[in-house]
């Protein structure tokens, strides 16, 4: 299977153009647009309503869906709080209505925006390296084990999906397949230890939206400076 992206160092230097979908967009394009700013929206609107959603179990999995929510919600669970059992399913709700976004990434904006992605960063471009070789019944493997906290893998594994031609329907059940094993982990997890974990885990858990916002805002850096160092179309020479 050919790769997508050719990540030698000693390949030549890329192309200094702005990708298709910034330079050119289609409707499709500013769908995926509308839909990554919403997301960050999302993440930034709740960054300041931790404390109240932390007291708000089934409101933070249907809206936030993360690991922190199912721990807080396994601890209410001890408490007289709803049943971990539904912690977990209304967890999946705000663990996977972002999660398209990056299948249409992959599918619509492929290894060009897999290029920008990788033009900084050498962790992600080793990443990339390996997993776009892998057959689609592996990468799903990848897809499920990258729900492990803090890999940073699964953003690459879905947007590889998309390029991979993988059904939609496939690669929801596979993602969903990682949020249930991950959140009943650490619900069971919240249930067992309580206050404990929920104060260690927001603490961490601070610190993951700014990573978001840093790696989409070197998206379009990189896309900026390319634009600026595309060399002006030249003028024919007329005759004196």
Same mark, same amino acid.
């Given at each position: ?94 663990? &996977? @209505? ?6 249409? !990434? /992959? ?7 897999? +290029?920008? *992605?990788? #033009? ?47 059904? &939609? @329907? ?6 969903? !397949? /990682? ?7 650490? +619900?069971? *997890?919240? #249930? ?49």
């Amino acid at each position: 299977m050919k790769d997508y992206l050719f990540m030698s160092t000693e390949d030549s230097h890329p192309r200094p153009e702005l990708p298709h979908y910034f330079k050119n967009p289609r409707k499709i394009d500013y769908v995926i647009f509308g839909y990554m700013a919403l997301s960050v929206a999302v993440g930034l609107i709740a960054l300041p309503l931790r404390v109240w959603l932390i007291n708000r179990p089934e409101i933070y999995a249907l809206f936030i869906g993360g690991f922190t929510s199912a721990v807080v919600g396994g601890a209410h669970s001890t408490a007289g709080g709803s049943p971990i059992v539904l912690i977990v399913a209304l967890s999946l709700v705000g663990a &996977l @209505w972002t999660v398209p976004l990056w299948w249409l !990434v /992959g599918r619509h904006w492929g290894a060009e925006y897999l +290029a920008q *992605l990788t #033009a900084s960063s050498s962790r992600t471009r080793y990443w990339v390296n390996r997993l776009q070789k892998l057959p689609a019944p592996w990468l799903l493997a990848a897809t499920i084990i990258s729900y492990v906290p803090f890999m940073p893998t699964l953003v690459i594994c879905n947007i590889l999906s998309g390029i991979k031609g993988i059904k &939609l @329907w496939l690669f929801l059940v596979t993602n969903a !397949v /990682g949020v249930i094993l991950r959140n009943t982990f650490f +619900a069971l *997890l919240g #249930a067992r230890f309580g206050e404990e974990v929920i104060e260690v885990v927001n603490q961490i858990n601070r610190y993951a939206l700014w990573v978001t916002l840093i790696l989409i805002g070197v998206m379009f850096y990189s896309a900026y400076k390319k634009g600026r160092r595309t060399p002006p179309p030249a003028s024919p020479s007329t005759s004196a």
